[in-house]
């Protein structure tokens, strides 16, 4: 099943700031977002971009 994240749920998934987020965001990590409406996340694809941009978590998601 698929897993809806707004910012704030994905932050806590991830274990990452807000300031991460945006930072990822900008590096071109997947989001969906309806007109007018918050950006939410598929935790799936998150995964995938991360490994992709050849991100790992140790403690924290580095590359």
């Known amino acids: 099943m698929t897993k809806y994240l707004n910012g704030k749920e994905l932050c806590k998934a991830l274990g990452i700031s807000t ?3 945006y930072k ?3 590096a071109g990590m ?3 977002q309806l ?3 918050r950006p939410f996340y598929l ?3 998150v995964f995938v971009w ?3 941009a050849g991100y790992h978590q140790e403690k924290v ?3």
Do not use: S
Request: zero cysteines; proline letters at 10%; glycine letters at 10%.
């Open 35 to 37: 007109p007018g409406g």
């Open 30 to 32: 997947p989001y969906h």
């Open 24 to 26: 990822f965001r900008k």
């Open 19 to 21: 300031t991460l987020l």
């Open 43 to 45: 935790i799936d694809q």
């Open 61 to 63: 998601w580095t590359k």
């Open 50 to 52: 991360l490994r992709k």
